[in-house]
């Protein structure tokens, strides 16, 4: 094992360590169940040439894919069963053919045991300049959540909830954020020709029910589905939508929203680093893109690895919330930069615990 990496591991610094050398061969020294999340952005193919080669330079896109898969069964292997590993990889045209990069990438690892949680549309929002007049503008960019095990992996799912909007008071009665006060679905429950007197007993007692729920704040906001006045959301079928066979035995259910607020969806708009001015490196992406992440999967005690990381982007912000990080790189002039932008004068200084924020 990697005295470096052993002795980080052991201690308690928030300070990144970081390595220098080809992903692979670097991987290899890190023993199995080490990391908790990896977060990174491999070199397109055939595109850009970085300060000490590495990969992206192959001649055939296929002998590309094949290394960048090579890499990350590595990172299969260090990752423990509660980590996750978020790819951020750009697609490359061949002949005027978009080769689908990011997709062939992807299924070839779900191929090879990881399973994908989900895969965020990063939207550049304005993308790169592109002169051709026969094709749009790419301005996006596949962000792929991989994890070891379909259940128990690490997901702080309140910490990134936006937070919920909340009730307010109209005319005296108390009205959900989206102004639900529940007069309409009385009226509905009353003209109801589908519900027995039964169930519209029921339904009335339910709705004062929810509604002092939105009062106290325990709900933020609901959705009632009545019998014969709505559809119901998922499916007419009560072999596939439970909500349909409640529908059908009680004559009406509630949707009800989380009071912690709701999640965020899969397509992320984020101006991409390069207009913010750092010149030397060609290809930093977002802050932005690897906080989510990171607060999300990696616990706060926990190490985040980044095998390309080149400006050093994950650690920095890996750093600012206090999680330990591993960032390796082929090209020393690229891990120079990400040292001083983390703060580190050199890797001894890893080791030192480290008391400012
Ligand atoms: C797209 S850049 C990463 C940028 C990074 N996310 C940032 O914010 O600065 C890809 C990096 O991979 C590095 N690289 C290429 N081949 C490598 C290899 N075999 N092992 C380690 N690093 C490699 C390059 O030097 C480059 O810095």
């Known amino acids: ?184 679905y009385k009226r509905k429950i009353e003209l109801s020709t589908e519900l027995t007197e039964e169930q519209k007993a029921n339904a009335y007692a339910e709705l004062e029910k929810i509604l002092k729920q939105v009062q106290s704040g325990e709900v933020s906001d609901f959705r009632m589905v009545i019998r014969g006045a709505q559809r119901t959301t998922h499916s007419d079928s009560e072999k596939v939508s439970g909500r349909a066979k409640e529908l059908h035995e009680k004559g009406f259910y509630f949707l009800k929203y989380n009071s912690k607020g709701s999640k965020p969806g899969d397509i992320w708009d984020i101006i991409p680093e390069d207009t913010q001015g750092r010149k030397v490196h060609f290809a930093p992406y977002p802050e932005d893109l690897c906080k989510t992440p990171i607060i999300l999967t990696c616990p706060p005690s926990g190490i985040v690895l980044d095998p390309f990381v080149g400006t050093g982007t994950s650690c920095f912000v890996a750093k600012q919330f206090r999680r330990k990080s591993i960032g390796i790189d082929i090209a020393n002039e690229y891990i120079d930069i990400a040292r001083k932008r983390c703060g580190c004068l050199g890797n001894e200084q890893s080791s030192l615990p480290v008391t400012e924020d």
Request: with cysteine; proline share 4%; net charge positive.
């Open 1 to 184: 094992m990697n005295s470096d990496v052993k002795k980080y591991i052991e201690n308690n610094s928030i300070n990144p360590l970081f390595l220098v050398g080809d992903s692979f061969e670097v991987l290899r020294s890190i023993p199995d169940n080490t990391i908790d999340c990896c977060i990174t952005s491999p070199p397109y193919w055939n595109k850009r040439q970085y300060a000490n080669g590495g990969i992206g330079l192959e001649k055939d896109y296929r002998k590309y894919i094949s290394s960048l898969i090579a890499i990350f069964m590595e990172v299969y292997r260090i990752l423990k069963p509660t980590g996750s590993f978020w790819l951020n990889i750009g697609d490359s045209y061949k002949n005027k053919n978009l080769l689908n990069i990011p997709w062939r990438v992807a299924i070839e690892l779900t191929d090879n045991g990881w399973i994908l949680r989900n895969t965020i549309i990063w939207n550049k929002v304005k993308g790169g300049l592109d002169n051709s007049t026969d094709k749009l503008r790419n301005t996006y960019e596949p962000l792929f959540h991989f994890v070891k095990q379909s259940k128990g992996y690490y997901y702080d799912i309140d910490c990134i909830r936006n937070s919920p909007k909340s009730t307010k008071v109209v005319n005296g009665a108390v009205v959900s954020a989206t102004g639900v006060s529940g007069v309409r």
